[in-house]
Each structure stands twice: as structure tokens, then as C-alpha cells.
């Protein structure tokens, strides 16, 4: 620094000292220091060069020191040194501060900018321009309403008509983002001369800049397919473009206009023809770009298949590519997989069987067993290589091929059971309780052609109660099923299995199972073989497409974030909701067979809701948007085999934890067909579960995806409803409540919805509000009517049900005996109902037993003349009191029923409170 | 558009932290190094998504470069512009390591500065970067000089200067290929693609315009239509070359290669790869590998591996490998081979054969006897390919440049003064043979 002593000596004076002590380590001398300098300022002394000495103040908690900054701030802002700089002979120094300018959050500040930003969109050198175009959108990220106002958005459109074609590209990238946060405003006014200045710019600005106005163009509608075709021929040449992005923005263009062309004619058959090799050259980039193509063409093949049909042999996976790759291929691979090249596709798979990664090798074995499903042709071939991939007896390959070979015998049932024997010897090595489950459910499937299926089954019998869940209940119905083919021989292990499930396990849902399976084989075994052992409905081919609304949104976003994570961007953007979720164009005119883009409301629209949600957030929010492959791969799994390994015989309507409900539905409406098949018993059983059937509330098409069915019952003293929330749209669901109305019992909910987590895509949630009868009353119509509303982030929905009677019947509905007499003689004849009730074939004393289960007391019993005469009495929530006289007659399984009330109750509410009583009543007796 | 770029070192210190976004925490640096470089896992994806911030990474030797974002990104361009940051500094400072990052940090911040603004790529030209950024500080400029500067940073022909001046225009083309097989133990081809890329060096003087020619199918059938005779289509087929896909340089004129077919442009100057290309049909595999394992028991395997070549004798094949993988529980090898050098490297896993030269037409051999540790682990060896590398002194796909003819209207040269050098190297991509 030989230079510096030249400076060294100037060193004097004034504002030397002052900057001196503006960096003074104490406080109140830089206090002092400012106050001085603020003086100069007043005086007229340019104290201008003190500027970053003073700022440097501006660090301070003192309220005062502040002020006075931000005073001298606003005094020297104008000439600070940037604010100069927009003015420097330099267009390098020009665009520096322009540049830099944009950065400083300071609304007070970013005032003064105005003016140097407003001769700088308008400055002769492109270079400043094109700088200035960005700072404009810096500037509307700080203070969007002074954007507006001073007319910068104005300026920024002029733009679009610039010279240059990288100001252009510019303008067009910082128009496009703030018209984002304006999902109303024609911020971008595309029209078609608009358009041509993009398309002439797009020939000649940097690959950067074609990318923004690539992207920019693909949220254009043409308004004829004349022109979506000359838009078509001047981005085609794109696809030759040596930058990925370009490519892609470019194929996401003709993706969209595709929509718009008929499909018949030549150009649209030339266009689809020339999107294949730029997509294929893709694959030779670097692999992360690799991975980012892989993404988007798994949409495209999903959407136009016939684009790369012919190409699956660039998909097959190289030894050396990153995981990430090869899990793509593999999944592209199967989408492509046909007829036609199925004995290659499966040499490939076959080798991948063997590799390293366990996920792939899984992944490679599951997607031979989607071919064999997809392609039926195959199916033989593909059994063989996956029992040539057991033979290896590489554990992981086993039992992943034993899922699968379960699913292909539910597509192709008494084709390939011959393998049966195969399988069995793997038995051993199976600790997976996917694979168990499979195994079991096959060996239960087809007991009848497995000499010794009693004793395979028994041997997982020994470790029930350490086998998951999914392992319990699927070997209780293939052993019950094994019972069925053969009972003679298997008594003994159906006991078994049927104790364990019922009596030594904690596990409800195995409980009831176990239950339900038990009744059903001791009433009727005829029925019991009907149910279990009927047809099963078959799988499908594609399990994992993706939902065609979603699809088309994706394809709209080819090349971004959202098309790599295959989510919508407001599922991992904060605060998207209010944009505008991009669909394709739909086709004018009636040009061919224009398929009609329906959309049905899957997925629900975003409303402010969402906006609440992400403010109320109550943690973090839970992994939305992270996918990876191998996420898709399990839900494949779901798909395909979930509905084959726990249902079983009945057809499961939620694929969740409250299957056991459902399936008591299934079989109830099963047996409700002919009544003579009714058992009391049965009924005893549903009465014994506290059982109603549960009802579908509110339609998944009515809420937006949300599916409500539940019940009410009571249990220890405390009334219930039982709900099964069900989310069948294909975005998560947080922040429920819910409330109800005014109602006939004053009932509401003791404590509001637990609902934590957030309830993801086709997943359930079973919920037991507790309920009492504290709130406000008001008459319904009929009197048990219950209107609910349910919110969640999404929206408030409504619904109404029916509150079953039974539930208010009180525990302490015993009345004294004497009581019980005096009353009875005081309630009015009115007051008096009777009806019979037929077929009944119990005896006095069951039926008190069971009605004493149900809070209906027998308070006397007398014999007379041969008849049971039973008195009873039941109290209501409100303090109603009902009084039954039940006359049995020995041989007669008519019993008549003799009701009367207490004369508290309103006269006219009279018939409907009974006839709801009758019915609920009705269920007990019978 | 991007919100931040960070450099990171091995250990996920970082190196560089440049955020150009209100909504990128300082946070974010921390959660890539904690979720992703010190995440016990292999990488899944390049790119992870944290508490709704999406990191973009790629992986140069041992430096971590993120590109961080909250907003729906044009992913490929985020890549792409990594990959570009790459280059830049590669052509600034050379190779990327930390010593040289750390070493140039204040240029790196100021190449960030002009290359993304507010997270928006801008030119990114090495060529036109290194006329106003420069580690030597800022030259004093004419006014002329600096207009030229912005209007060549923005222009049409960002990525050349004017008044550029060669006693000597010189040319130089290199038609670099690699060769990919993917072949069955049967020797049946299930892949096989050649992926090229043309390189060109320029020292031409003032702005020259350029025609590049070669001999791809769909031009030459074009011309020879215009010949009209069946003999000359069925030559120029034997000679001409069906190119699957090409992309170029950004500054070849698409929509005129679009139209016409032609590759015309103006050249950067220096080197650079004027376009890239693929091929699938009619490829000349230079190699043929036979392999034979045969497992004698369970603790030993005989390994046989033929290579043949398959090219013009008179043509001399370079920097021969044949990578033979070997299972993890091998205690010993023995190799004997006719030609060159063949060793067993157990860090590797592999059995390294290599022969400095071998001209075509010609055949040469290695057996191996491997000795293994008897293992009870059922996990059974995977087999991975074989693998080959080579250097061949043609294309193996077929192409030819035909002519590259340069106009300078304005300056005193013809296509003729122009001194051009053309040169074929096919190199082995991914060459395996499975066995």
C-alpha cells in the first residue's frame, strides 16, 4: 500500500473527525456524532460522504439515534451513491445500480428509486433496460401497490415490443412472475401480436431468455387451430436446442396445442412424430437432467402413449446410472411395456432381478408381475421368471415375488396353480408380512389342491400373536376357508384360530373378524361358504395412473418443479392458492371426434381456507410434497393387492383400519335378502357389537372428496357417534370441526374433532365423538333429524342424519317397582299403544337379558295363564320415562307389546316419538 | 425462479452463500447440509424437497452445488444452469475444487451477480463474461469499448465480440464420438447408440459466417433427388448416416436448420461444441467381447473373455481396457493373456486387461481362474457387465464432415485462406457385454 501516504495527510478536518467519531465504540459520542452531522445537514454542509459512516448507525436499539438516521437517510437518499450511479456515463455502472438498487428492502428507501428506475427502463443501452426489466419485479416483491402506482407495469408491457431480444425475454420473465400473484388481471395481455414479437425474440435472445418466453407462451390460448399450428412451426425448431430447458419449455408448448389441432390432420401426425427423438436425446444428458426428463416423459407417456411406443428400448437401465434413473426407466418401462416388445422388456427385468440395490431389484421383481398383468400374452412368461427368480432363493426376490404372483392369480384364476408346489417350499424363508400374507392367502385360496395346506397353516398358527395385523386376519379367513373345502379334517384348527382371534387377542378388528366368522360357520354354513368363498372381483390392469384432471394440470407444467414431483404447485408452494390452476385448451369448432376435456371436481378448488389452514398450521407440514419413486411403489402395492389380501371374500368399500364395519355391511346386506335367512342369533351378535350399520352421511361427490359415514351408539353410560372420515380426493386434509344444529335432544359434541393429523389421499380415519345432551333444544323434523356441519381446509359442508332412539336410553332406566305400578295406572289410555311382533322364538328370559343390554329394564315378571308377562321400563335422556308390557306366549312367536308413556310428554309429539320408539324397539324384541 | 445458490465443500461447509430471494432463511443452508450431504442414505434425487424449500443439487468431484427455491421452478433450467455455473468456473479459474473456490470467492460472487439477477439466469457466455469481468479489477473503458461490451452481453450474437483479429484463420473440428453397447452373453446387441458431439476451435477474424455440411441421410437423399438416379441414392446410402436427434449450439440458426437442414451460424471464438447428436441405426461397433464364466464348484470360477476387433486393419485402436468384475469374495487370481497387461485389483473388485494398441481385424484373449472364499452368504453374486474402454481413430457412426465453408464479407479473406483441420475420435461409452 505505497499509494496510501498520499491519502494519509488529507486526513483532516471536519468531517474526518466526524467519521471518526461516527465510529466511536461508545454510544452516546456516535449519538452525539450523528446529531452533529444531522446539524451540517440543516447548515447546508454536504455531508454526503458520511453516508456509509451514518448507516452503519442505523444499528442501534436507541429510538432517538434512529430517527436521526433515518433523517439523514432521506435528506442524502436522492444523492446516494446509487441513485448517482443510475446516472454514470457507464452502462455497465448504470445497470450495476439498478441492479443492486432492488435489493434494499427499505420502503422508504426504495421511494427515491422510483425515479432513477423509471430513466432506466427507458435508457439507451439494452443492457441497462434489461436489468432495469428485472428490478421492476424486485420492486413489486417489496411494495407491490407502488409498482401499480407509478406505472412500472405499463413500462415493463412497452418493453415487450423492445429491440433487444433479451430485454424482451426479460420483461416477458418479470411480467410472468408478477402476473402470478395477479391470478385475475391480464397483466400479460397475450395477444396475437404480442405473441409474434415473442416468436420473433424467441429466435434470437439467449437460451435463458427463450426459456422464459417458451414458458411464458405456454399459458397462451390460441383461439384457432390455425393458429396453435403456425405458433406449432415456430417452436418446433426448438427441439434442437442443446439446452434441456429449452427443449422441454418447447415440448410443453406443442403439448398444450396438440389439444388444439385435429387429430386427423397430416401436421398433427408429423408433430407428434418429430416430440420423440428430442425426448430421447434427453436421456443423454447429465443424469440429473436425466431425472427431470424422466419425470415429465413418465407424464407424457401417460398422456400420448403413442409418442414413445416405439422407443422403450432407450429406457432400459445401464449398470452405472443413479439409483434415481433407474427407478424412473423401470417405471416407464412398464408404462411402455405391450405386446409387442414384452419378451424384451422382460429379459431386462429379469436381469435387474439381479443387481444390488434392493429397492430396484424389488422394484424390477413387482414390475414383472405388472407385466404378466398388463399384457395377458405374457403372463405365462413372466410366471416362469419370476419362479426362476424364487429358485435363486435371495430372500428379498422371494417374498417380492410371491406379492406378485398372488396378484396374477386373482387376474388369471385356475391358470397357474401348478406353481403352487414351488411356493410352498419358500415358506420357510418368508419373514416379510407382505410376503406371509400372500403366501397364506394362497394357500387358503386354493386349500382344495394343497395336500397339506392344514398343516402349512397350522405352522404359522404357532406364532399368531407375534404375526402383524395383515398376517392374523388373512390366515383366520384362509383357514376358515380351508374349513370350508374341508371340514372334516380341520375342525380342530378353525377352534383354534377362532379362539385366538376372539378370545387372547387385544386387536379389535381380528376380534370382530374372528366374531363374524364364528357365527356365521356355527348358524349356516351354507350361507358362510356363499360369503366366503364367492367370486372375487378382478384387478385391474394400471394401477397407478395418475388421476386425468391431475395429469392434465401436470402437462401444463412440463419442465418445472411440479412436473418432478408430480403434485400440483400449490401442494408445495406457499401461499399458491389463489393462482390459477392451469388445464388444457379445449378444442373449438366440431372438427372430428373432439374428445370433451371433462373435469370432474376430484380435486377440490382451492378456496381461503387453505390460506387459514397454512396460518393456523398446527406443525410442520407433514411431507406434502415429497415424492420419490419409491413412495409410487408402494402405492402400487396398495392398488394391486390390498383389496385381494384383506378382504377377501367381501368386497371392501374403505381400504382402511374400519373394515370390520364394512364388512358386517356386506353381510348384512347379503342376508337381509331373503328374510328367512335373518338368524336371530345374527341380530344377537350386531346388538352384542352395539351395532348399527353404518350409513353414508355425506357422498365423497358432495364434499369435495370428503366422505363421511358413521353411526351413534352408547357405550358405559356415554353416547357416541362413530364416524368414518374417508378422503377420496387426491390432496390432504387437515384443520377439521365440526357442529352441530339446534336439535330435538340438545345433543352436541363433549369435546370438539380430534382430528391431528392431516388425512391423506384415500386413507380413512375412524373417530368416536363423544356426545351429550346439554345444548340448546329445539323440535325437529322428524324428531330425531340431527343437521351437522363439517369443515375442513377445503370447505364447510352439511349433512343431516337420523339420531337412532336408542342411544338416550338411560342407565338408570330401572324404575322402582312400586313406582312403576302407580304410574302405570296414572298414564292416560291415550297414552297407550300396542303392536305384535312376529317370528320371535325366544324366551322370556333371553329376552330380558338382551333388553337389560340395552338399557330396558324388566322390573316384573308374571306368569299368567301360561304367558310370560314381562313389565318393563326404559328412561330417555330428558327424563321420559316409557313403560312396556311384552307378552310372550309359549308356541305363539307372537309376542304383543303393550308401550305407554308418562304423561310429561307433549301430546301432539306423541305419535312420532313412538313410532320412532316402535322402530328402534322393533330391533330389540324381534 | 431460484432463491439462492450455495457451495458447499465435502464436509457441507460452506463455501459460497449467494441469496437472491426475500424468502430463502438463512436456514436453508443448514437444512440441505444436515438432510442431504450428511444424510446417512445414499442420494435418492437430485432434488429433495425440506419444509416446502425444493434444493437442486449437482455434485462436481467433491463440491456441492445447491440451487435453493420455494416457487414452482422450471427444473431443467435450474440444472441447466448449475451445470453452466460449472463451466463458467471451470473456464475462469479451472478445475472446481475447494481450494480454488475458496481461492476465488470475490470472483464467484461477482460472476453470481451477472449471471443470475433475482434469481433469473442472464447471459452466461463465457466469452462475452470475460470481456468485463475480470480478476485483474475494471480496466479503464471508451465509451466504445463499453457499449460494445452491453450490446454484445445482450445482442443477438452474444457470444462473440466484434473486431476480432487473427493474422492466421484457422480452423479446427473435432468429431468426438462415444459408442454405447449393451450386449447379451449370446452377443445379441439389446442397445447400442452412439452419442456425438462436433467441437469446434475458431480463430477466424470479424464476424464469419459459417455452413456446416455433413453427410446426414436426409440432406443427401434431399440432393440427390434433385441427381435423380437410382445408383446415386443407393451410393450416397451406403455413405450417408440417418442422424436420430441433433441439438446445437445456440448460435446455429434452429428455424433455418428447421426449414433447410442447414447448420449455419456465426462462430464463438475460441472452443466450443457446436452440436451434439445421436445415432442408433447402422453403427460400427469397433470391439466384440465373448465372454465365458463357468463356475467349477463353489470356490472357484473360470473366467474366458475374447475381445475381436472390428474395424479397417490398417487403423490402430489406442488405450485398450477390458474391465472383468470379480466377486466380493475373491482370495486369488490367476491370469494369463496374449496380449498386453492384465492385473487383478481387489479394491476394485475387477480384473484390469489392458493393451496400449491393437490394430483391426484382429483377436486377443484372457483366461482367469478365481478363487473364492467359500461364503454361507445366500445373497448371490450379482454379475455386473464387463466393461471396455477404447480409443478409435474414426466415427463409429459413419459420419463424415463433407465441408465447413466460412464467409467474411466484410474482411479480406475467402474461405480458401482458412486453414482447417478435421479429426475423428470415437471413444467407448458405456461398452458392456453382460455375462
Given at each position: ?39 451540517a ?11 456509509p ?34 446516472e ?24 427515491y ?14 443492457y ?22 407509478q ?31 395477479h ?13 409474434n ?36 412451426e ?19 408448448v406443442?403439448?398444450k ?20 427423438p428430442?425426448?430421447v ?22 398422456k ?6 416405439q ?30 416388445n ?38 405365462e ?37 401348478s ?17 406371509r ?62 379362539s ?130 419409491m413412495?409410487m ?19 371392501i ?15 348384512l ?36 372428496g ?12 356415554h ?39 392431516p ?17 340448546p ?17 377445503i ?22 317397582r ?39 329394564y ?6 299368567v295363564?301360561?304367558q ?29 307389546v ?7 310428554v ?21 | ?56 443439487h ?77 480478476q485483474?479489477g ?49 452377443g445379441?446387441?439389446l ?34 433427388k ?5 445408383d ?7 455413405q ?14 434452429l428455424?433455418?436448420?428447421d ?36 463356475e ?10 475374447v ?73 448371490k ?55
Amino acid at each position: 500500500m505505497t499509494d496510501s501516504k498520499y491519502f494519509t495527510t488529507n486526513k483532516k478536518g471536519e468531517i474526518f473527525e466526524l467519521k471518526a467519531e461516527l465510529n466511536n465504540e461508545k454510544k452516546e459520542k456516535r449519538k452525539e456524532a450523528v446529531k452533529k452531522v444531522i446539524a451540517a445537514m440543516t447548515v447546508g454542509k454536504d455531508v454526503s460522504s458520511l453516508f456509509p459512516d451514518v448507516v452503519n448507525c442505523m444499528q442501534t436499539d436507541n429510538l432517538e439515534l434512529k430517527k436521526l438516521v433515518y433523517l439523514y437517510l432521506m435528506n442524502y437518499a436522492k444523492s446516494h451513491p446509487l441513485c448517482t450511479d443510475c446516472e454514470d456515463p457507464n452502462p455497465l455502472i448504470r445497470a450495476l445500480a439498478v441492479r443492486t438498487m432492488g435489493c434494499i428492502r427499505v420502503d422508504k428507501i426504495t421511494e427515491y428509486l422510483c425515479e432513477p428506475l423509471r430513466k432506466c427502463l427507458k435508457d439507451e443501452d439494452p443492457y441497462v433496460r434489461k436489468t432495469a426489466a428485472v428490478c421492476v419485479a424486485k420492486l413489486h416483491d417489496i411494495n407491490a401497490q407502488m409498482v401499480e402506482d407509478q406505472g412500472f407495469l405499463d413500462s415493463l408491457r412497452d418493453l415487450i415490443a423492445d429491440s433487444n431480444p433479451m430485454v424482451v425475454a426479460n420483461a416477458v420473465a418479470a411480467l410472468s412472475e408478477i402476473s402470478e400473484s395477479h391470478p385475475n388481471s391480464n397483466l400479460l395481455d397475450l395477444n396475437p401480436q404480442n405473441i409474434n414479437k415473442l416468436l420473433t425474440a424467441l429466435n434470437e435472445c439467449t437460451e435463458w431468455g427463450q426459456i422464459f418466453i417458451l414458458d411464458c407462451l405456454s399459458n397462451y390460448n390460441p383461439k384457432d387451430e390455425r393458429e396453435a399450428q403456425s405458433i406449432c412451426e415456430r417452436v418446433t425448431p426448438r427441439l434442437s436446442h442443446a439446452n434441456s430447458a429449452v427443449v422441454l419449455s418447447a415440448v410443453k408448448v406443442l403439448m398444450k396445442f396438440l389439444e388444439l389441432l385435429p387429430k386427423d390432420s397430416d401436421y398433427y401426425i408429423t408433430l407428434l412424430k418429430k416430440l420423440s427423438p428430442p425426448l430421447v436425446t434427453l436421456l443423454s444428458g447429465e443424469p440429473e437432467v436425466q431425472y427431470v426428463a424422466l419425470r415429465n416423459i413418465n407424464l407424457i407417456v401417460q398422456k400420448r402413449p403413442e409418442i414413445l411406443k416405439q422407443e422403450i428400448k432407450v429406457f432400459f437401465v445401464k449398470y452405472n446410472d443413479p439409483i434415481y434413473v433407474k427407478l424412473e426407466k423401470l417405471d416407464i418401462m412398464i408404462r411402455l411395456a405391450s405386446q409387442a416388445n414384452i419378451a424384451q422388456v422382460l429379459a431386462e427385468l429379469k436381469e435387474y432381478a439381479t443387481e444390488v440395490d434392493v429397492d430396484f431389484v424389488r422394484k424390477a421383481v413387482r414390475a414383472i408381475g405388472r407385466c404378466a398383468i398388463k399384457v395377458e400374452q405374457s403372463a405365462e412368461r413372466c410366471v416362469s421368471t419370476l419362479l426362476d427368480l424364487i429358485q435363486t432363493k435371495v430372500n428379498y426376490v422371494v417374498q417380492e415375488a410371491i406379492v406378485v404372483i398372488r396378484d396374477i392369480f386373482r387376474k388369471y384364476p385356475n391358470k397357474y396353480e401348478s406353481i403352487i408346489a414351488t411356493l410352498c417350499e419358500n415358506l420357510d424363508s418368508l419373514d416379510e408380512p407382505d410376503a406371509r400374507a400372500a403366501m397364506i392367502w394362497i394357500v387358503g385360496e386354493y386349500a382344495e389342491r394343497i395336500d397339506n395346506a392344514d398343516e402349512l397353516l397350522e405352522s404359522f398358527l404357532e406364532g399368531f400373536h407375534d404375526e402383524s395385523t395383515q398376517v392374523q386376519l388373512t390366515l383366520l379367513t384362509a383357514i376358515v376357508k380351508l374349513f370350508l373345502k374341508k371340514p372334516s379334517e380341520t375342525q380342530e384348527l378353525v377352534q383354534q384360530v377362532l379362539s385366538l382371534a376372539t378370545q387372547d387377542s387385544d386387536n379389535p378388528d381380528l376380534r370382530d373378524r374372528g366374531y363374524i366368522y364364528w357365527r356365521l360357520l356355527s348358524t349356516d354354513p351354507v350361507t358362510a361358504k356363499e360369503v366366503v368363498l364367492s367370486e372375487k372381483p378382478l384387478i385391474s390392469e394400471e394401477t397407478d395412473l395418475i388421476e386425468p384432471t391431475l395429469l392434465d394440470e401436470l402437462i401444463c407444467h412440463i419442465g418445472s418443479l411440479a412436473s418432478v414431483y408430480h403434485k400440483p404447485p400449490n401442494a408445495f408452494v406457499e401461499g399458491s392458492h389463489g393462482i390459477h390452476r392451469k388445464h388444457l385448451p379445449i378444442q373449438h369448432g366440431s372438427s372430428g371426434p373432439a374428445a370433451p376435456v371433462d373435469q370432474p371436481q376430484v380435486i377440490p378448488s382451492q378456496g381461503d381456507l387453505l390460506g387459514d389452514l397454512l396460518n393456523l398450521d398446527l406443525g410442520p407440514p407433514v411431507n406434502v410434497p415429497q415424492v420419490c419413486s419409491m413412495q409410487m411403489g408402494a402405492v402400487d402395492l396398495l392398488g394391486g393387492g390390498l383389496d385381494s389380501l384383506v378382504s377377501d371374500p367381501i368386497i371392501i368399500m374403505h381400504p382402511t383400519l374400519c373394515g370390520w364395519k364394512n364388512i358386517i355391511y356386506v353381510l348384512l346386506s347379503n342376508s337381509w335378502s331373503g328374510p328367512g335367512l335373518i338368524s336371530v342369533d345374527f341380530l344377537l351378535l350386531l346388538a352384542v357389537l352395539n351395532f348399527c350399520v353404518l350409513q353414508v352421511w355425506l357422498p365423497a361427490a358432495k364434499a369435495k372428496g370428503l366422505e363421511i359415514s358413521g353411526t351413534f351408539s352408547r357405550r358405559q353410560g356415554h353416547m357416541y357417534m362413530d364416524m368414518s372420515f374417508t378422503n377420496k380426493a387426491l390432496q390432504h386434509m387437515t384443520d377439521f370441526a365440526i357442529q352441530f344444529n339446534k336439535n330435538s335432544f340438545g345433543m352436541i359434541p363433549t369435546t370438539p374433532l380430534a382430528v391431528h393429523t392431516p388425512l391423506m389421499p384415500n386413507q380413512s380415519i375412524d373417530i368416536s365423538l363423544p356426545l351429550n345432551t346439554i345444548g340448546p333444544v329445539m323440535k325437529m323434523d322428524p324428531l330425531n333429524n340431527l343437521q351437522v356441519a363439517v369443515k375442513n381446509n377445503i370447505d364447510v359442508f352439511y349433512f343431516s342424519c337420523l339420531i337412532p332412539l336408542s342411544i338416550f336410553f338411560v342407565e338408570d332406566g330401572k324404575m322402582e317397582r312400586q313406582v312403576f305400578l302407580a304410574t302405570w295406572k296414572d298414564i292416560p289410555n291415550e297414552n297407550e299403544l300396542q303392536y305384535q311382533i312376529k317370528e320371535c322364538h325366544l324366551n322370556a328370559d333371553t329376552v330380558s337379558g338382551k333388553l337389560q343390554n340395552n338399557n330396558i329394564y324388566t322390573i316384573a315378571k308374571r306368569n299368567v295363564e301360561g304367558q310370560d308377562m314381562l313389565y318393563q321400563s326404559l328412561k330417555l335422556t330428558n327424563g321420559i320415562w316409557i313403560l312396556a308390557e311384552l307378552r310372550i306366549q309359549p308356541g305363539n312367536p307372537n309376542y304383543t307389546v303393550k308401550n305407554t308413556l308418562n304423561e310429561k310428554v307433549c301430546p301432539n309429539l306423541w305419535p312420532v316419538l313412538y313410532n320412532i320408539i316402535w322402530m328402534q324397539l322393533w330391533m330389540y324384541y324381534s | 425462479m431460484i432463491g439462492g445458490l450455495f457451495i458447499y465443500n465435502h464436509k457441507g461447509e460452506v463455501l459460497i452463500s449467494r441469496v437472491y430471494r426475500d424468502d430463502i432463511g438463512r436456514n436453508a443452508v443448514d437444512a440441505f447440509r444436515v438432510n442431504v450431504i450428511h444424510a446417512r442414505q445414499q442420494v435418492r434425487s437430485p432434488v429433495t424437497n425440506i419444509a416446502r424449500t425444493s434444493f437442486f443439487h449437482v455434485k462436481r468431484s467433491n463440491i456441492w452445488l445447491a440451487a435453493v427455491t420455494k416457487q414452482n421452478v422450471n427444473a431443467a433450467m435450474v440444472f441447466e444452469f448449475l451445470y453452466k455455473m460449472c463451466d463458467v468456473m471451470t473456464a475462469y479459474f479451472g478445475k472446481i475444487s475447494e481450494e480454488n473456490i475458496k481461492n476465488n470467492f470475490v470472483l464467484i460472487y461477482e460472476l453470481l451477480d451477472e449471471i443470475l439477477d433475482f434469481g433469473y439466469p442472464q447471459n452466461s457466455e463465457t466469452g462475452a463474461l470475460k470481456t468485463f469481468i475480470t480478476q485483474q479489477g475494471i480496466k479503464s473503458q471508451t465509451k466504445e469499448e463499453q457499449s460494445q461490451i452491453t450490446s454484445q452481453v445482450t445482442g443477438q450474437i452474444g457470444w462473440r465480440r466484434e473486431g476480432i483479429k487473427y493474422r492466421r484463420n484457422e480452423l479446427f473440428l473435432d468429431v468426438l464420438e462415444s459408442v454405447n453397447l449393451l450386449m447379451s452373453p449370446q452377443g445379441q446387441v439389446l442397445s447400442a447408440h452412439v452419442s456425438g458431439r462436433v467441437v469446434m476451435k475458431s480463430y477466424l477474424s470479424g464476424m464469419p459466417e459459417c455452413k456446416f455440411g455433413m453427410n446426414d441421410k436426409i440432406v443427401i437423399d434431399k440432393q440427390g433427388k434433385g441427381g435423380s438416379t437410382d445408383d446415386a441414392g443407393k451410393s450416397s446410402g451406403k455413405q450417408s448416416i440417418a442422424i436420430d436427434d441433433c441439438t446445437f449450439h445456440q448460435c446455429v440458426r434452429l428455424s433455418k436448420f428447421d426449414s433447410e437442414r442447414s447448420i449455419s451460424f456465426i462462430p464463438p471464438d475460441g472452443e466450443y461444441e457446436l452440436m451434439r447428436y445421436r445415432t442408433t441405426k447402422d453403427i460400427i461397433l469397433p470391439f466384440r467381447v465373448i465372454p465365458l464364466v463357468r463356475e467349477v464348484g463353489r470356490t472357484k470360477l473360470e473366467v474366458k473373455v475374447v475381445i475381436k476387433s472390428n474395424f479397417k486393419p490398417s487403423l490402430l485402436a489406442q488405450k485398450i481396457e477390458v474391465r472383468i468384475p470379480t466377486p466380493l469374495n475373491t482370495s486369488g487370481v490367476q491370469v494369463i493373456c496374449m496380449k498386453g497387461k492384465a492385473k487383478y485389483k481387489a479394491s476394485e473388485n475387477a480384473i484390469v486387461w489392458k493393451i496400449k494398441r491393437m490394430a483391426g481385424m484382429k483377436e486377443s484373449q484372457i483366461s482367469a481362474e478365481i478363487e473364492l472364499l467359500p461364503t454361507n452368504d445366500k445373497k448371490k453374486w450379482a454379475r455386473p457387465p464387463i466393461s471396455m474402454n477404447f480409443e478409435v481413430p474414426f466415427a463409429p457412426s459413419g459420419l463424415k464432415v463433407r465441408y465447413l465453408k466460412v464467409f467474411e464479407p466484410k474482411l479480406n479473406y475467402s474461405d480458401h485462406d482458412v486453414i482447417k483441420w478435421v479429426r475423428y475420435i470415437g471413444r467407448s461409452g458405456i461398452y458392456e457385454t453382460r455375462c
